[in-house]
């Protein structure tokens, strides 16, 4: 078995997030600048070079790459080879509004298995860290989870896209998953919601047709916190994905053909 200099990369992965987070948190004029929009979202200059920063940071390990601006090989999902998948900021509309509900990620994967994941809630500088089999850390300090043992007490943390928005038809188990839970909060940051999870803020995350650039990291902390997840991965979408992550493993299973 292959042995990984993971905490080399952990170090890696944290300095890149804090330095993206930095410039980000400065709010640069440039960064503000809107270079796409489409039906639902925008794209920020702040995306753009937020990722061109991180990739540079991340270069000496000579990992591949997936990153929501620049994309990467698809087939790494299929493959044995850790490959870094970078939001350079998660939550861009929140962002570009100002609302402080946004966040750098960065997740380490082989195959569709998280390995380590860093999000980096640079309003609040807060970094939540974890490798898969080891603690989870919120600044650098271990952290447990306490999380509701009742889901009908519980909340959970979801959003829905332009294209599925309750107007159109929603998918099958839509009500069902989110009727299960007390109370439902949307966000629009899946990498923050899935680290509010993990640490014990919420105990399910839901999301039909994200990206795997919104939720590796997540996915890794939620992993090692003892958390579960499922992914239906879409054939029409490089990279596109239902997510379904809760703290118990049996909340959430998507019932089968939901789409
Ligand atoms: C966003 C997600 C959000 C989802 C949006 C979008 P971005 O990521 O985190 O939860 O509802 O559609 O994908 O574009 O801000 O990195």
Redesign the pocket.
Known sequence: MISYPLSEWMDLAQNAARQAGAILSRRPDHYLHINAFSA??IKLQADVDSEVLIRKILAPTELPVVG?EQGGEVHLIQGNQPYWVI?P?????NYVRGLPLCCVSIGLMIGKEPLLGVIYDFNHDTLYSAIVGESLYINGHPHAPQWLEDQSQSLLLS?L?YDNRLSKMVPKDFKQIHGAFKKVRFF????L?LAWVAVGHAEGYQ?YR??LW?VAAGLALLKSAGGHFHLNWHDDAPFAIDCFASSQKDWMDPAPGHL
Do not use: N
């Open positions: 639902g979202d929501e939001d900021l998660d939550g861009t509309y959003s896209r629009g940051t899946a990498a919601s999301e994200v990206h919104d």
